[in-house]
Every structure is written in structure tokens, then in C-alpha cells.
Nanobody, 121 residues
Framework: QVQLVESGGGLVQVGGSLRLSCAASGRTFSSYSMAWFRQAPGKEREFVAAISWSADTYYSDSVKGRFTISRDNAKNTVYLQMNSLKPEDTAVYYC???????????????WGQGTQVTVSL
């Protein structure tokens, strides 16, 4: 069983930056692929970024070049550095984990509770 706790969300102005963190429980974190998804009001949950157990990274076209996903296996933590934020980035951001390879689909075994990111004009 893996428990995920996100933090770092908040209110930021257009063009600003935030760093989300996701702390994972368990001793097998290094063997898990991790991902960030987001869900805006009235919309489906969408893929943002993923990092495999071998540190390969994947991004949606909408965030490529602005967001960076990384992991620290010693701290059982995955990060999402978000720069040049836009109003359309406003959403609840969810951390997810699955054993094995990364996926752009929401077919992850474990999910956090989500953290709100709001980008204001």
C-alpha cells in the first residue's frame, strides 16, 4: 500500500511559479513510476507529467517547456516545478503512483487527495 500526500498548491499570478510536492509512504518508492494529473471544474482529469522509476520523463503538450517533474528517491518525494503559469493551469493537481512503467492514462494504482492551484490575472 502506498499513501501519497501532495503539498505546495496555492494562489499565484499569471507568469508566476509554484512547486508541488508529493510525499509517498512505503519502502518501494524507487520502483514506482509517478505522475501528476489535474482536473479543472467541469472537465475531465488530464495528464500533466510523469516520471518513470528509471527517471524518464513525459509531459503533456500544454505544459512542455514550462513544467518540470523530478523525483528524490532518498526522500520518497516527487516534485512538479511549474513556471510561466497561465489561467488555464488552474485546477486541482493530483499525484499518482504505479509499479512499473509510466503511463499518460489515469491507470495508476494510488492517488493523493489533490492540491488546488489557482492562477489569477
Amino acid at each position: 500500500q502506498v499513501q501519497l500526500v501532495e503539498s505546495g498548491g496555492g494562489l499565484v499570478q499569471v507568469g508566476g511559479s509554484l512547486r508541488l510536492s508529493c510525499a509517498a509512504s512505503g519502502r518501494t518508492f524507487s520502483s514506482y513510476s509517478m505522475a501528476w494529473f489535474r482536473q479543472a471544474p467541469g472537465k475531465e482529469r488530464e495528464f500533466v507529467a510523469a516520471i518513470s522509476w528509471s527517471a524518464d520523463t513525459y509531459y503533456s503538450d500544454s505544459v512542455k517547456g514550462r513544467f518540470t517533474i523530478s523525483r528524490d528517491n532518498a526522500k520518497n518525494t516527487v516534485y512538479l516545478q511549474m513556471n510561466s503559469l497561465k489561467p488555464e493551469d488552474t485546477a486541482v493537481y493530483y499525484c499518482a503512483a504505479r509499479p512499473g512503467g509510466a503511463s499518460r492514462n489515469p491507470d495508476y494504482n494510488y492517488w493523493g487527495q489533490g492540491t488546488q492551484v489557482t492562477v489569477s490575472l
